[in-house]
């Protein structure tokens, strides 16, 4: 089985900045797209931001210039480095992970999702 957690999210004032981590861990033979989405209350769940196993990034317009997404290959770990928050940027934020595992000398794909972190925006 493949496990997501995800960290670093929390309260914030407008114009501040926050660090999210998501790590992967378990059966794990590689990891395709990562990415980041969001949900907050009463709307649909959102790309934030997803990023290739070799670096190409691809961002929801919004957050072009404020948000910045990275990982780490050798730790199965993907980061959000958000600036410039706004209260609009309150919400839920999920990281998923498009994972290759093998069983029986045949390759499997599957998407994870982390379990989500708050990200508060307020004065």
């Known amino acids: 089985q493949v496990q997501l957690v995800e960290s670093g999210g929390g309260l914030v004032q407008p114009g501040g900045s926050l660090r999210l981590s998501c790590a992967a861990s378990?059966?794990?033979?590689?990891?395709?797209?990562m990415g980041w989405y969001r949900q907050a209350p009463g709307k649909e769940r959102e790309l934030v931001a997803a990023i290739t196993g070799g670096g190409s990034t691809n961002y929801a317009d919004s957050m072009k210039g404020r948000f910045t997404i990275s990982r780490d290959n050798t730790k199965n770990t993907v980061y959000l480095q958000m600036n410039s928050l706004k209260p609009e940027d309150t919400a839920v934020y999920y990281c998923?992970?498009?994972?290759?595992?093998?069983?029986?000398?045949?390759?499997?794909?599957?998407?994870?999702w982390g379990q989500g972190t708050q990200v508060t925006v307020s004065s």
């Open positions: 998923n992970a498009d994972v290759v595992t093998l069983r029986f000398a045949s390759a499997y794909e599957a998407r994870y």
């Open positions: 378990g059966s794990i033979f590689s990891i395709n797209v």
